[in-house]
């Protein structure tokens, strides 16, 4: 799965400060799911919602980190009984959704695959092909299904994470949070995953920077610069986490179908969509499917923008974007 902290470059091009007398923009920051969280809005009543904020992320927390020993998602890792709530739900659904998509490129039961190569919580493993074989058996989403309020494993050792969808879908829910408390003009971001709706706090829509892949992690050049005045953004890519092992380079973003690290020239995939949930795992997929299939696909789903960026057969970083996508860059 991605991590977005390292992968992608947010430019919020924006100062926080008064719109009117009654109503003033507040800047929240902190840390969800082991990323950051920086989250602007204009407050009607100029109240601070850094508490509210702080109450919900957590909720949200024991639903969907592994990192939790009493969230749902350990629970059902652990076949622990556990009453699944809407939330988990609407996520497992979008994720299977996906998946069957992408024909398995997006899975979130890739998870032991992912550790085992050295890109989860667990120490890296020395990798042989009996042991990628082993994993495999492991691996699916073909392998668990939603009956009623229950997650059904093939196999009661299969776990899931959906941490390369539920910091996307932890956006749209922020972002319903903040509708319902009467923000009109807001931006979200979670580790990179953005969602923004209305204006700044100078009256122009949000304007967010994707960064120029760089195995250089001081280097913060810009590629390009978005508009989303009412949109949600995510971005993948290969190009900071990655190791070098025997003179070969392991990037993290493995291709579940094969079980080894993709090998090819996609270095970013960034995705907008009208929900995050979605722009987040397209962005996934997008990595281990590479330009070409990824640019198939993308054409076949309404409503998704894409942004690649890549290196040419001289090294040299290439672009391609959809058509509508450039109606977002900022001229």
Not at 22 to 45: A, F, L, R
Not at 61 to 81: A, D, G, M, P, W
Not at 102 to 129: C, H, V, Y
Not at 278 to 304: S, W
Request: charged fraction near 25%; proline fraction near 3%; charge should be negative.
């Amino acid at each position: 799965m991605k991590t977005n902290l390292i992968v992608l470059f947010i430019l919020i091009l924006a100062l926080t400060g008064c719109k009117n007398s009654e109503s003033k923009y507040i800047s929240n920051k902190g840390t969800v799911y082991g990323t950051y969280y920086s989250i602007k809005y204009n407050s009607p009543d100029g109240k601070d919602l850094q508490e509210e904020i702080s109450e919900e992320l957590n909720r949200q927390t024991l639903i969907f980190s592994h990192y939790e020993e009493e969230s749902t998602i350990t629970k059902v890792n652990n076949n622990i009984e556990v009453e699944l709530e809407p939330e988990f739900i609407t996520c497992f659904n979008k994720a299977m959704e996906i998946s069957e998509i992408t024909n398995g490129a997006f899975d979130i039961t890739a998870g032991p695959l992912i550790s085992a190569w050295g890109f989860g919580p667990e120490d890296r493993q020395k990798m042989t092909n009996e042991m990628v074989d082993t994993l495999k058996e492991l691996i699916g989403y073909q392998k668990i299904k939603l009956e009623g309020d229950k997650i059904i494993k093939a196999n009661p050792e299969m776990t899931i994470n959906m941490s390369a969808i539920a910091k996307g879908y932890t956006c749209d829910l922020m972002g319903e949070f903040l509708a319902q408390k009467g923000c009109t003009d807001y931006l979200v971001d979670i580790g990179g995953e953005v969602v923004a709706l209305g204006k700044n706090n100078k009256g122009h829509v949000w304007t967010i920077g994707i960064r120029e892949p760089s195995e250089d992690p001081f280097k913060n050049d810009l590629n390009a610069a978005l508009k989303l005045p009412n949109k949600a953004m995510a971005t993948s890519g290969n190009y900071l986490n990655f190791y070098v092992e025997d003179g070969k380079k392991f990037a993290h973003t493995i291709d579940p179908s094969s079980g080894y690290p993709v090998q090819h020239s996609l270095l970013s995939a960034t995705v907008l969509a009208n929900d995050c949930m979605t722009a987040d795992a397209f962005a996934t997929a997008f990595m281990v499917l590479g330009k070409d299939i990824g640019i198939e696909i993308a054409r076949q789903v309404t409503g998704l923008e894409i942004y690649f960026i890549y290196a040419d057969e001289q090294g040299s970083n290439q672009v391609y974007m959809s058509e509508g996508f450039s109606e977002f860059l900022r001229k």
